[in-house]
């Protein structure tokens, strides 16, 4: 079965989580990705190790289906390298500011010089063209600066989620957009830039709270795992752990007040809507604590799925690794990597493809484990491969 991107070549210059798992997703569905690293190693190899030669685990799951050449590309030699690593690309991904791109010759006109229809498609964090473009950050940035940190915790404790949510988010855009970009040139024979920032990826999913508070002046706070437009709604404390109960609509509500034997409430004028349920939220909620503080998780998850009430218990990652479902889809594969006394359990790819499904071929490489073969591909013979190591060009 041929995968989507065969004879896809894919250049990734990215580091950390944006660029990284855009190329990943691109390799899953059979791209040729190559990550050019420094000699050293990418900044983002070794955060959070997990093996013993100190590759981490946001490495291990952002870098499946890569081959790994290390490059010196501040050196004229390393530059004749990335020229002629372009020649043969079809998609140049990279994560940095646009004077960033320029510095290295990896902005789009200089890219179009060497292949003129060359897609590149990069992130910043802010996006180009605006007082903050030459700044550099994470994906906290786009956490606080999109609203969702101020109305995530309580009104005096903020709480940016210790998930990176933004960053992944960049990295759904940054494909997408490539593969958008793809399909254009397939019918043109055109290339293009792709852009795309942590910032603006961050208010997408933001985006409803700022449309509320432009139109209604609603100036929400935080009310920690209360839900502000909906109730009940919360995290709910069992005997053995807690439970998460999204109660939206007069259907499921009237099923919810028939659960916990409250048909009552159904009637009370306080509840006629999610607004009045939400503004009134605390009374629902309680009726709920109540009606899950003598019953373990299991039982009111039971209970919640008879009533169709979504639900879900809140698991660790230890209990999320173990999860049966999670397990029986595959959500999560074994990858091994040299010194792992078991393989790693990686995500597989989020989506799924009836006749060309992403698969995970090939394990994260090593420090340059591919450079030699990747040079002969370029047409290095191997002396010359020998001297531009001992001038640490690679």
């Known amino acids: 079965m041929a995968a989507v991107l065969n004879g896809v070549r894919v250049l990734d210059f990215g580091r950390f989580i944006a660029a990284p798992w855009c190329a990943a997703l691109l390799g899953d569905m059979g791209a040729d990705v190559i990550r050019v690293e420094k000699r050293e190693g990418g900044e983002d190899r070794w955060v959070q190790p997990v093996t013993p030669s100190g590759e981490g685990a946001t490495f291990l ?23 002629k690593l372009v020649a043969g690309a079809d998609v140049v991904i990279a994560n940095m500011p646009e004077a960033s791109l320029r510095a290295n010759a990896l902005d789009y006109e200089s890219l179009r010089t060497v292949k003129p229809d060359i897609i590149l498609t990069s992130a910043s964090a802010y996006g180009n063209g605006g007082p903050y473009s030459d700044r550099i950050g994470f994906d906290g940035l786009g956490q606080v600066m999109s609203g969702g940190v101020y109305r995530s915790g309580f009104p005096d404790m903020p709480m940016r989620s210790a998930v990176p949510w933004v960053d992944f988010g960049t990295s759904m855009n940054m494909a997408l957009g490539t593969m958008m970009a793809l399909y254009h040139r397939l019918a043109t024979g055109e290339g293009q830039k792709v852009e795309t920032s942590l910032l603006a990826s961050a208010l997408v999913y933001t985006n409803a709270m700022l449309v509320e508070q432009d139109l209604m002046q609603s100036n929400r706070l935080p009310v920690g795992n209360r839900g502000q437009a909906v109730a009940p709604c919360d995290l709910f404390k069992a005997t053995d752990g807690f439970v998460l109960v999204q109660v939206i609509g007069q259907a499921m509500f009237k ?17 006629t809507n999610d607004d009045l349920r939400a503004e009134n939220g605390d009374i629902l909620n309680d009726v709920m604590q109540d009606w899950c503080s003598a019953k373990s998780k299991a039982e ?10 979504p639900a879900g218990p809140l698991l660790s990652p230890q209990q999320a690794l173990d999860d049966p479902h999670i ?18 359990k990686v995500s597989t790819t989020p989506f799924d493809l009836s006749e060309t499904p992403g698969t995970i071929r090939n394990r994260p490489p090593t420090l340059g484990e591919h450079t030699d073969e990747i ?3 370029l047409g290095f013979d191997p002396s010359e491969i020998i001297k531009l190591r001992a001038a640490k060009v690679i």
């Open 61 to 83: 799951q952002c870098n499946r289906n890569k081959r790994s050449m290390t490059l010196d590309s501040t050196t004229p030699e390393g530059q004749e390298i990335v020229r």
């Open 255 to 271: 099923r919810w007040c028939r659960m916990v034997d409250r048909l009552d409430l159904f009637e009370d004028p306080r509840f």
């Open 300 to 309: 009111v998850m039971a209970s919640l799925d008879a009533a169709r009430v």
């Open 327 to 344: 397990s029986a889809l595959n959500f999560m594969q074994g990858v091994d990597f040299p010194g792992l006394t078991k393989p790693a």
């Open 375 to 377: 040079m002969v591909e």
